[in-house]
């Protein structure tokens, strides 16, 4: 074991209340420490950072930004496909996909009684991220589905993004995948396009083109500004089955938690097709309310070994659907948008 020297303990001790601070105030939303008290340890691990280069390691605070623009993003295989979602517009719609995915089980098993998970579905972009050994290693655009751009330079400077798992009372997984919705809170997008009224640049039509068009940013200094969030929804340990992680899918919600992992607190246990309706139509008025802004409901079967038997279809789960609303986008009036001629 080489001694440590002091400034190396200094900077790991530093590091560690840095990022303790940071995931209560990104991820929990409770701070623990005043913005003076951290700015003043935040430079003081810089300047040991710059003094002793080889202290630096890719979970430290200080390498969420980067300093210099890609020239472009290389195109990447997802490990595991990200599949989309068929889509419902009412609850008739919802109701025929209960008895498509109760048909397709074997007649001999169709159980009675199942649990749902109801979950807001974020009008954002989807997001791929793989840690190794627990660290952020890769974060990937959806892409079609089975190919995406790595935009990990960008999607580091995302702070409710851990770049270190925290695997306490968990056993140490070497791959983790999480999936999962890239958005920007509607007082944020607002405060965009008003700098880019003011600029004189062309507005964002609505906050999903806006986080759509920060992600494709080359300069991650320009993506650490636009302040984007992330809701993590799914959770894979690629090689164990993810049953031996979690069982049902309300788990695996629990455990993208205690991994580090902002996960929207709206979602819902629901034991029936009718408490799901039921949710639906409670959140079709009360997102107007929201911080963000949602188009639909996203409805999954809870327990992994009904997913495992349901499967999917050339494009979808079959054990999941997207119950959407009417789609309430007023369009941005014309006289908003500046064109630059
Ligand atoms: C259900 C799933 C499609 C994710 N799940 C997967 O992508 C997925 C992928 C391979 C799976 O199993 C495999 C594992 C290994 C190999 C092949 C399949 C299981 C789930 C999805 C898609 C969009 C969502 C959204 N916008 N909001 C919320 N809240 N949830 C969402 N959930």
């Known amino acids: 074991m080489i001694q440590m020297t002091s400034e190396a303990k200094r900077v790991e001790e530093l590091r560690r209340l840095l990022q303790q601070a940071s995931y209560a105030y990104y991820v929990l939303d409770a701070p623990v420490m005043e913005d003076t008290v951290y700015d003043r340890l935040y430079r003081e691990l810089q300047e040991l950072e710059t003094k002793y280069p080889d202290l630096v390691t890719p979970d430290s605070p200080t390498q969420r930004v980067g300093e210099r623009p890609a020239t472009h993003f290389t195109s990447v295989r997802h490990n595991i496909p990200l599949y989309s979602l068929e889509n419902a517009f009412n609850v008739e719609e919802l109701q025929g996909w209960e008895q498509r995915w109760r048909r397709h089980l074997t007649p001999q098993y169709s159980p009675v009684e199942v649990d749902y998970v109801a979950e807001l579905k974020i ?185 495992e038997q349901l499967g999917f279809t050339q494009k979808f789960p079959r054990w999941a659907i997207a119950l959407k609303y009417a789609a309430e986008e007023a369009p941005t009036r014309v006289e908003n948008i500046t064109v630059n001629v």
């Open 123 to 307: 009008d954002g972009a989807a997001l791929a991220l793989t840690y190794q050994n627990g660290v952020l290693v890769r974060g990937a655009t959806r892409g079609d589905g089975v190919m995406g751009e790595d935009i990990t330079q960008n999607v580091r400077t995302i702070r409710s993004i851990p770049l270190r798992l925290n695997f306490d009372g968990l056993e140490n997984i070497e791959k983790v995948e999480v999936r999962g919705e890239v958005f920007l809170p509607l007082e944020v997008f607002k405060q965009i396009n008003e700098k880019r009224q003011k600029a004189g640049e062309q507005l964002f039509a609505n906050p999903r083109n806006a986080v759509a068009g920060t992600l494709r940013q080359l300069d991650s200094r320009i993506v650490a500004q636009r302040q984007l969030d992330f809701f993590a929804y799914t959770l894979h340990i690629p090689g164990m089955d993810d049953a031996s992680i979690a069982n049902t899918q309300w788990e695996a919600l629990e455990l993208l938690q205690r991994l580090g992992f902002r996960v929207d607190t709206n979602h819902r246990l629901c034991h029936s097709i009718r408490e799901v309706a039921e949710y639906y139509q409670y959140w079709d008025t009360e997102r107007l309310n929201s911080p963000y802004m949602t188009d639909g409901v996203v409805v999954k079967l809870n327990t992994f070994k009904l997913q």
